[in-house]
């Protein structure tokens, strides 16, 4: 069965840099677009970033230019580079298929980025 476990996440300064870290399994990673989304508290789940199979991206406008979605499928595996990292990029941060509900189905238990100073 699919299984997504993220990590990277921790307290960063305002300015700071993470990268997070999305391993898949149970799936054919490589024939997926995969995408990164976050949730803040007392906030809908929402898409920052995602990837397509031939690595084509896009980004949520408020990422723009500071986040770099990219995957390694060898290593069934999707990053998120983040730099200039704002407070308001607080949240929990996910990753699924590029077409999942924020709302519904699986989802991992994600890996907390505070941005704080």
């Known amino acids: 069965q699919v299984q997504f476990v993220e990590s990277g996440g921790g307290s960063v300064q305002p300015g700071g840099s993470l990268r997070l870290s999305c391993a898949a399994s149970?799936?054919?990673?490589?024939?997926?677009?995969m995408g990164w989304y976050r949730q803040a508290p007392g906030n809908p789940r929402e898409s920052v970033a995602r990837?397509?199979?031939?690595?084509?991206?896009n980004y949520a406008d408020s990422v723009k230019g500071r986040f770099t979605i990219s995957r390694d499928n060898a290593k069934n595996t999707v990053y998120l580079q983040m730099n200039s990292l704002k407070p308001e990029d607080t949240a929990v941060y996910y990753c699924?298929?590029?077409?999942?509900?924020?709302?519904?189905?699986?989802w991992g238990q994600g890996t907390q980025v505070t941005v704080s100073s």
């Open positions: 990837i397509t199979t031939d690595s084509t991206t």
């Open positions: 149970g799936i054919i990673f490589s024939i997926y677009a």
């Open positions: 699924n298929y590029a077409n999942a509900s924020p709302g519904r189905g699986y």
